[in-house]
């Protein structure tokens, strides 16, 4: 069954902190992983998409990493600002499956002052 | 590029009365639109999927005759929801994948709360 699992399922850190999202799936045979932004209230935003072939990708303040091989997926937020504070969606998309992406639960990030 | 303006972003309606949204792709052609539902704190869950010019496709368990959808054209997809009840409340939002189908853009998403 493809199933995406986020970790943890909330996070509470303080202003400036770094902090590391994850997210392992099980979506075969595998076609890319994105990661979204969603703000309360608000429709996700694409952060990073990554194919099979990148290990790595950067969107800022924003670095996501995949192990194809592992099946595993991790979003790290360097110097975290209060405007981080939202859902973190892991989306894993397979070729030739139905509904052609799988959503992960998200993990729902707070950064305090 | 690639954005998709959808309306209303909230909504109150009586019980048992109908609430249409619409998602309109701006400045590219959707072909397919697909419908999500999400309650609070919990993932967004594919409802349907839309496609221009025919029947849309409903996940299971979803009622195709209380949320009727349109996709009368290329840049527009609408999604009724009829007689609608208090459990109906939630946050609909829509997505339409673009280009070589590897992004997909989201609504800005509709708060429909049914008292």
């Known amino acids: 069954k493809n199933q995406v699992e986020q970790s943890p399922q909330s996070l509470i850190i303080l202003e400036g902190k770094n902090c590391t999202l994850q997210?392992?799936?099980?979506?075969?045979?595998?076609?890319?992983l994105r990661w979204y932004k969603q703000d309360t209230g608000r429709g996700p935003v694409s952060l990073t998409i990554m194919t099979f072939s990148e290990n790595t990708k950067s969107n800022g303040r924003y670095t996501a990493t995949l192990d194809a091989d592992t099946k595993q997926s991790s979003l790290h937020i360097t110097a975290s600002q209060l405007s981080d504070s939202a859902s973190y969606i892991c989306v894993v998309s397979a070729r030739n499956y139905g509904q052609n992406f799988v959503f992960g639960p998200g993990t729902r990030l707070s950064v305090l002052p | 590029g690639a954005v998709v303006s959808q309306h209303p972003s909230w909504v109150i309606c009586k019980s048992g009365t109908s609430v249409k949204i619409e998602c309109r792709s701006l400045d590219f052609q959707a072909t397919t639109m697909f419908w999500y539902r999400q309650f609070p704190k919990q993932s967004l869950m594919l409802m349907a999927t839309s496609n221009e010019g025919s029947k849309a496709t409903y996940e299971q368990g979803v009622e195709k005759d209380k949320f009727l959808i349109n996709h009368a054209s290329l840049t527009l997809s609408t999604l009724t929801v009829t007689s609608a009840h208090p459990e109906d409340s939630s946050f609909y939002i829509c997505s339409a994948p673009h280009r070589d189908l590897r992004g997909y853009t989201f609504g800005s998403g509709t708060r429909l709360t049914v008292v």
């Open positions: 997210c392992n799936y099980t979506v075969s045979p595998f076609s890319n």
